[in-house]
T-cell receptor
Framework: KNEVEQSPQNLTAQEGEFITINCSYS?????LHWLQQHPGGGIVSLFM???GKKKHGRLIATINIQEKHSSLHITASHPRDSAVYIC???????????FGAGTILRVKS | NAGVTQTPKFQVLKTGQSMTLQCAQD?????MSWYRQDPGMGLRLIHY???????DQGEVPNGYNVSRSTTEDFPLRLLSAAPSQTSVYFC????????????FGPGTRLTVL
């Protein structure tokens, strides 16, 4: 079983819809990262979470450390939000980020 | 700041050839790492470094070497390229804390024939 599981793998939404992407992990962590990768593009960091909730524009990320679960929400989705969203965690052993397989999001206009 | 830079952006190699993928950062980050990204799979760690002169293996180190002679540079060497090394390679850097923001380079798309 992968240490980091994301769901769904693929998501298609209509413009304006509220979107939720989930990330579950099986190890204790001190930080969880959400990353975004546009088609053919580089990878950018969206959020780092160690507890609670963070908001940046239309993006909201939450984490429940006890339940080992994080969610990334996009409000009022737009076609430019179409990208791969990646969850990554630092397990307690060594300095190694472990990544989920990513969620491919397509927002249609 | 230029951030994290990688060269080349694209490369085609023949089986058995060697080459070096370059990675540099100008943010004085101690932690640098190399990942490969394959279709349907998450990013996988190849090698990483927590400072000049210190490197360690990641999840998929076979066929790759690294060195870290300066804080800024972290080259990845393919010793004898194989078709299984066809992939997109990303370099990343950050501070040493797990909570530090991760900065990624633009990637190198490598094809081994």
């Amino acid at each position: 079983k992968n240490e980091v599981e994301q769901s769904p793998q693929n998501l298609t939404a209509q413009e304006g819809e509220f979107i939720t992407i989930n990330c579950s992990y099986s190890v204790g962590i001190s930080a969880l990262h959400w990353l975004q990768q546009h088609p053919g593009g580089g990878i950018v960091s969206l959020f780092m979470l160690s507890s609670g909730k963070k908001k940046h524009g239309r993006l909201i990320a939450t984490i429940n450390i006890q339940e080992k679960h994080s969610s990334l929400h996009i409000t009022a989705s737009h076609p430019r939000d179409s990208a791969v969203y990646i969850c990554a965690v630092f397990p307690p052993y060594g300095n190694k980020l472990v990544f989920g397989a990513g969620t491919i999001l397509r927002v249609k206009s | 700041n230029a951030g994290v830079t990688q060269t080349p952006k694209f490369q085609v190699l023949k089986t058995g050839q060697s080459m070096t993928l370059q990675c540099a950062q100008d943010m004085n980050h101690e932690y640098m790492s190399w990942y490969r990204q394959d279709p349907g799979m998450g990013l996988r760690l190849i090698h990483y470094s927590v400072g000049a002169g210190i490197t360690d293996q990641g999840e998929v180190p076979n066929g790759y070497n690294v060195s870290r002679s300066t804080t800024e540079d972290f080259p990845l060497r393919l010793l004898s390229a194989a078709p299984s090394q066809t992939s997109v390679y990303f370099c990343a850097s950050s501070g040493l804390a797990e909570t530090d923001t991760q900065y990624f380079g633009p990637g190198t798309r490598l094809t081994v024939l």
